[in-house]
């Protein structure tokens, strides 16, 4: 299963910046912000609610369009691309984890799993055999068959860290990853999160707002009113 080891890439901001209009009025979420991740780093975004980190994160996500400025994704820029052309690399190179986990309710953890495998149109045997070795990779082959509402929140957070896995992608973004989760649980999801880091050598991108959790990265950067105020660049 060689394949599955993806490799870590690159993620490039210059000068971006986004603005929202919010009841007539113009809101800066992002101000001119510029940094560059190396590949296969592992970094925290923090910064008080509204300081525009998780805006940057579905930046690097592709999620947003800058308003103005460039996104590169391992050398490539991607803010001038079409939909269709973003939403590939969201599919192939780019994998999300989120603090309400975002999975399917009436689909079982190895469905869940498989989900991103449709959408490439990869066979069923290997999208199984994929699904398979993530799920056994986070600790959970003997719940393959259950349903999210069958498993604790650690549990249905690493099936989500699963599916962000099962396309190999070159990075993971996890966006308030343990917000929903008790403090065990918590340090056992980040934990499994820089063994896989290991393991996969994705760049891993976390947004916390606990000092705890962003103390584990390698470098923490600091958000205020959609500025950078803090951090090594």
């Known amino acids: 299963m060689d394949d599955l080891h993806g490799k870590g890439v690159n993620v490039e901001l210059k000068n971006v910046s986004r603005l929202f209009q919010i009841g007539g009025e113009t809101f800066q979420a992002l101000a001119d912000v510029t940094l560059s991740v190396p590949a296969g780093e592992h970094w925290s975004l923090v910064g008080a609610s509204g300081s525009g980190k998780s805006t940057l994160l579905y930046m690097m996500g592709l999620l947003e369009r800058p308003s103005s400025g460039e996104v590169w994704i391992d050398g490539q820029r991607t803010d001038t691309l079409k939909t269709g052309e973003r939403a590939l690399i969201r599919n192939r190179r780019i994998g999300f984890v989120f603090q309400n986990f975002q999975l399917i309710p009436r689909t079982t ?54 599916r962000a896995l099962v396309t190999s992608p070159g990075i993971v973004l ?52 959609g500025r950078i105020v803090g951090g090594e660049l």
Do not use: C, W
């Not at 056992?188 to 962003?214: N, Q, S």
């Not at 470098?219 to 009113?225: A, K, P, V």
């Open 109 to 162: 953890s190895l469905e869940n799993v498989e989900m991103p495998l449709l959408y490439q149109k990869v066979p069923f045997r290997e999208r199984q055999e994929r699904a398979k070795v993530l799920l056994s990779q986070v600790g959970l082959s003997d719940r393959e068959n259950h349903f999210p509402s069958q498993l604790s929140g650690g549990q249905q957070q690493r099936v989500a860290i699963a």
């Open 174 to 225: 996890a966006d308030e990853p343990t917000g929903n989760l008790d403090t065990a649980s918590s340090k056992d999801i980040l934990e499994l999160l820089e063994h896989l880091r290991t393991i996969h050598r994705f760049t891993l991108i976390l947004v916390t707002h606990d000092p705890l959790v962003a103390s584990r990265a390698q470098r923490q950067i600091r958000l205020s009113d």
